[in-house]
């Protein structure tokens, strides 16, 4: 029997988290700082120059935002993202499946905006910036957002991989995995990162090193509204089961 692919397999999760509300409140973001308890990171890295001018449609800039489409930058000893291959980026869901020390863990987050903007520098120069966010469902170990962008200098061609995120411990009922995660969490939040870098790095010069091409745009599913239903949470603990 064929094995089936892996948002398949994870489709009753899918489904909750699609009706799962963000467990932290988005009114209230200009408050989560350093100095009120949040932790605040930037992480960044240069990919292969481009010629100046607009990004080249099969450039650094163009790969990296295939690679950010797909998210295969992770590191999969650590996160693996399962979700809806024709879904709208603006509209996905995704299972994350976490790895911690022995165990394996299921959370959800769900895009909260796609960014495709030039912008001007402080010194004048424009970038042309293409990336997302993604935010924390009920049921996760932390709280917060994580945004992840490319950007291409205009004027010198320079290309970077950015990620700004700001986060907290969440509610961990569990004492062991409370204890695991105030002892290992920040670890592994530096790991994701910093592997991140380098797995797109490693990524968008092998993909420019075979030379290859984008993809034909598809159109995604109609979109399935996020419901506050309390079902939800009835919904996250079968799927957990």
Partial sequence: MPKLPPHELQKTRLAAYTQAN?????????????????????YETELPLEAPGPPDAHGSWAAAREVLRNYTFPPPDLITGIFLPDQPLEQRVMVLR???????FWFGVRIGGVTDEVRTLPDGQQEHVWGYNYRTLEGHFER????????????????????????????ISNPFYW????????????KFSTESLKRMQAQV???????????AAQAGPPVQSVSSQPSAQEQLRKAGG
């Fill in 98 to 104: 976490g790895r911690f020390l022995l165990f394996t």
């Fill in 22 to 42: 963000y467990n932290f409140d988005l009114t209230r973001t200009a408050e989560y700082t350093p100095e009120n308890g949040w932790r605040v990171d930037d």
């Fill in 205 to 215: 010069t092998e993909m420019l090193r075979k030379g290859w091409r984008a993809p």
């Fill in 144 to 171: 917060g957002q994580i945004d992840f962008t490319i950007h291409k200098n205009l004027t010198t061609g320079r290309v970077r991989f950015h990620i700004h995120a700001f986060s907290q411990t969440g509610r």
């Fill in 179 to 190: 204890l695991g995660f105030k002892l290992f969490g920040r670890r592994l939040q530096r």
